[in-house]
């Protein structure tokens, strides 16, 4: 953010507002521990401000402090519209373009309220008074972190900012293994433990909480993992039926793609996710160097993301996509083997 964008966030702070924050539909671990963060803050500070998620989200996130504050826009319809109703500021964290909280993006486009985006994602539109967007930062919490440094707020990061914000770093950043984890991050990381971030207790509660139900699928999801090694490509698919079958629940194939990506010598990695209810075939892209997979995701199936992490659709069956994917690796057969060597 540049002097100016600070000032503006100090004057629009600085009179009462109806404050809304508003995180992606299927918000993620940086979804949700970012505005719950900036959540925290605002409120700490006598501001009045209120959390509306497009839609629900995993049980894995929801011990996070101030949970129970937010409003699921499917469940508590009426009371989230109230609310954007009466909105005069909005935060949006960790998207950038309206379309990405689903059946509440008519509202806001019609919204009278000024908009702050926060974000780190590639491409952002032009909807808000205040754009903080920056594509080099891990995580929108590293960036709400910074967001509440410039408003010279640091001394204010209570325990319960600091164990939302090192969740979002986390599990944006692949604990802290991702090419964007910078020393600034593990700067910020440690300053907040120092500030009472648990750290051992949040990876328990992230990655130690699983059903078991949720190892068979991964089980099944990893027997039908395919490898082809000329295109240094695995990928994985799950059909409706195998979900049914070991009871899915929502978030349960969550990091499942990542596992291509510890087979020596494969750099691109795919789950393909079949959802009947919704007629469409969710498909997780994850890369390692230079292979840009939100460039082949916005290409070819709807979607985008980051150089190393993109998501898309399809609205093709299951084989149909696999097929059609198998087909563009050719034209990308050359940057794939050049990464890989
Ligand atoms: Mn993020």
Request: glycine fraction near 8%; charge should be negative.
């Amino acid at each position: 953010m540049n002097s100016e964008d600070i000032k503006a966030i100090q004057e629009l702070l600085a009179v009462p507002q109806q404050i809304v924050i508003i995180p992606h539909k299927n918000p993620d671990g940086d979804a949700i521990g970012s505005t719950l963060g900036l959540w925290h803050y605002l409120t700490n500070s006598g501001l009045s401000a209120t959390i509306i998620a497009p839609n629900d989200y995993p049980k894995f996130l929801k011990w996070m402090p101030g949970n129970e504050h937010i409003l699921n826009f499917e469940r508590h319809n009426s009371q989230a519209k109230e609310k954007l109703a009466e909105a005069s500021l909005i935060f949006t964290l960790d998207f950038n373009h309206l379309g990405r909280t689903g059946q509440m993006a008519p509202l806001l486009e019609s919204s009278e309220a000024k908009f702050v985006m926060i974000d780190h994602h590639q491409a952002p539109s032009d909807y808000a008074v205040v754009t903080y967007s920056d594509v080099s930062k891990s995580s929108t919490c590293e960036m709400v972190y910074e967001f509440i440094a410039y408003l010279g707020g640091k001394d204010h990061i209570s325990a319960e900012i600091a164990n939302c914000l090192y969740t979002g770093i986390m599990t944006d950043t692949g604990s802290f293994k991702f090419s964007s984890t910078t020393s600034r991050t593990h700067r910020i990381v440690a300053d907040l433990i120092d500030k009472g971030a648990q750290n051992t207790e949040i990876h328990h509660q992230i990655y130690d909480t699983n059903s078991p139900s949720r190892l068979h699928l991964l089980g099944c999801a990893l027997k039908n993992m395919v490898i082809l090694e000329e295109y240094s490509t695995a990928y994985i698919t799950l059909s409706q039926e195998e979900l049914d079958r070991y009871g899915y629940n929502k978030g349960d194939t969550e990091g499942f793609v990542n596992y291509g990506l510890t087979l020596d010598g494969i750099i691109f990695a795919v789950i393909f996710i079949e959802n009947k209810e919704e007629g469409i075939i969710k498909i997780s892209f994850r890369s390692t160097g230079n292979f840009s997979v939100n460039e082949f995701a916005r290409t070819h199936f709807e979607g985008g993301g980051h150089t190393n992490a993109a998501g898309g659709k399809s609205d093709d069956t299951l084989s149909e996509t696999v097929q059609r994917f198998r087909s563009h690796l050719k034209n990308y057969e050359e940057q794939l083997l050049i990464q890989s060597s």
